[in-house]
């Protein structure tokens, strides 16, 4: 059972460790994985792209991933200059960051969860560099919306990766974001 996760943001949101903690959070449940970016000429704040795959067998595939199962948006309103619904399975999940109910962000023929990623960081003062930390949100809202993933399992990588303080508010964002987890389906 192989899933496939794009995952859409902007240079500097932190795309490629929110898909290393997706996979870092599979392996933790016994699971085979890959977490990868995809990398041209990005900048911060410029469009960028993170793949993820969660299996139960070993992954043979190596590429790009161009029909995934779940798409996840850190940027609320990256969905307007990038098509995020491309190649989604007509089962596929999108996952978004956004303040809106799932039914009023207009995406059409595909199921859609919405969480406000950037209201939890600046309710925890969860900065980097004065921006909002959406990142560790959403991979906590992924776990609610698909089930590939315990919470536990998320709060186990996220404290893996960060230690004392930043890996508490981090792994409390992921909590509330789970909790506060909105499906328009």
């Known amino acids: 059972m192989l899933k496939e996760i794009r995952i859409h943001g902007r240079g500097g949101q932190g795309s490629v460790t929110a898909a290393e903690l997706l996979a870092h959070a599979a392996f933790t449940e016994g699971k085979w ?12 704040g410029a469009p960028v792209k993170a793949f993820a795959r969660i299996s139960d067998e070993p992954i043979l595939v190596h590429s790009q991933i161009y029909t995934p199962d779940y798409v996840i948006v ?9 098509d995020v ?7 596929g999940m999108i996952i978004l960051n956004s303040r809106k109910k799932p039914k009023e962000v207009g995406l059409k023929d595909c199921r859609v969860a919405t969480v406000d990623a950037t209201g939890i960081a600046l309710e925890l003062n969860l900065l980097v560099a004065g921006l909002p930390v959406v990142n560790t949100s ?10 590939e993933v315990e919470l536990a399992s998320v709060l186990k990588a996220v404290k893996d990766t960060w230690s004392g303080s930043a890996g508490e508010k981090n792994a409390r964002a992921a909590e509330l974001a789970y909790e506060r987890l909105a499906k328009g389906w």
């Open 33 to 44: 994985v890959q977490a990868f970016p995809f990398f041209g000429a990005e900048r911060r």
């Open 74 to 82: 850190l940027d609320h309103a990256i969905y307007k200059v990038v």
């Open 85 to 91: 619904t491309e190649g989604l399975k007509k089962d």
């Open 138 to 147: 959403i991979v906590g809202a992924f776990a609610k919306a698909t089930s």
